[in-house]
């Protein structure tokens, strides 16, 4: 059977149907898994490319995710991808170009990029909630970087879920930091852009303290070094993560044990560097922000526990925070 979608811009080809898989070995302490996975579709002939689609779920219990498992069909092709979790059903159907009704869900459950380790899994004591009193709709994002542009490029990547209703000591709730307004000029060596959630948006956002577990600092080619520092009482600076020789094709996860601590009222900083001038990186035009590889982005995913509802984005745009605090 072919399917085909029409979107605002281009053609999706569905070759076949996939639909979530779950299996279940006992009933009364399920240790199981649930399939988000795109069907066989052709990828239209331009470079960037976000797939989305949406999954219903059984919510007749709750159960926390224990392991994120990427299922990639081309590996060629696929940049990262991003589980959320919707509050709200998506009329659209099947797999479509990413709008802004998909941005709504804005609570990201899991991040994988090209490099990471096969298998993603959360803290001992610690799961990704999901069923009932939690997220019945579940979103994929899958970024496919169709180099030189390509006709005939086929995909149906996903990601597998490791479930358990045998539910852990704390949910894991994840947040994204990091800087919208990136302008970096041809020729430069050293650009420094930075991101934060500064005191006022932890004192308005965080009703008790967090503790990170695991970090990933995101940048795309012109990005060199980065670092996550927490600011102490307005004087005293930590580095939670740093990557002094920064390779976008082989990101690290840098995994904090003992997890560390953040209050409320304490900031949390992003810092970016660049270089648009070396062998290999040099440009004669400026790089903007961007979801594309050849533009730039500056974000730090984190980990953390236990889940703070709405903490999920505290990103800034120039000096605005974006999440109106």
Known sequence: ?????????????????????STSNDESNTTD???????????????TVYVCQQF??????????????????????????????CDFKIDEKGPHQCNNMDYKC???LVKWDIGMPDILTMPKHTGVR?????????????????????DNIV??????????DNLREHDIGNVQIGQNNIDINGGRSDVLITGKCNSRCTSLMLPR??????????????????????????????????????????????????PQVVYPGQEIMMKCWYDSASTGRARNVTTNFGQGTEAEMCYAFIRYYPRVLGFDQCLQS?????SGC
């Open 1 to 21: 059977m072919i399917v085909c979608f029409l979107l605002t811009s281009f053609i999706f080809t569905v070759f076949g149907h996939n639909e979530i898989n």
């Open 33 to 47: 898994h649930i399939v988000l996975q795109i069907p066989l579709i052709q990828i239209p002939a331009q470079e």
């Open 56 to 85: 219903e779920i059984n919510d007749t219990r709750p159960y926390h995710v224990t392991k994120f498992e990427p299922i990639l069909n081309n590996t060629n092709l696929v940049h990262h991808m991003l589980v959320f979790g």
């Open 106 to 108: 804005r609570t990201w």
């Open 130 to 150: 999901i069923g009932k009193e939690s997220f019945k709709y579940l979103l994929l994002q899958v970024h496919m970087n169709n180099k030189g542009a390509k």
């Open 155 to 164: 995909d149906s990547s996903g990601m597998k879920l490791h479930i358990t």
């Open 209 to 258: 303290p967090i503790y990170i577990t695991d970090i990933y600092l995101h940048m795309h080619k012109l990005g060199k070094s980065a670092s996550l520092d927490i600011i102490r009482d307005r004087e005293v600076r930590e580095t939670f993560a740093t990557e002094t020789n920064y390779n976008y094709t082989r990101p690290m996860w840098h995994t904090l044990d003992p």
């Open 318 to 322: 120039g000096e605005d925070n974006l």
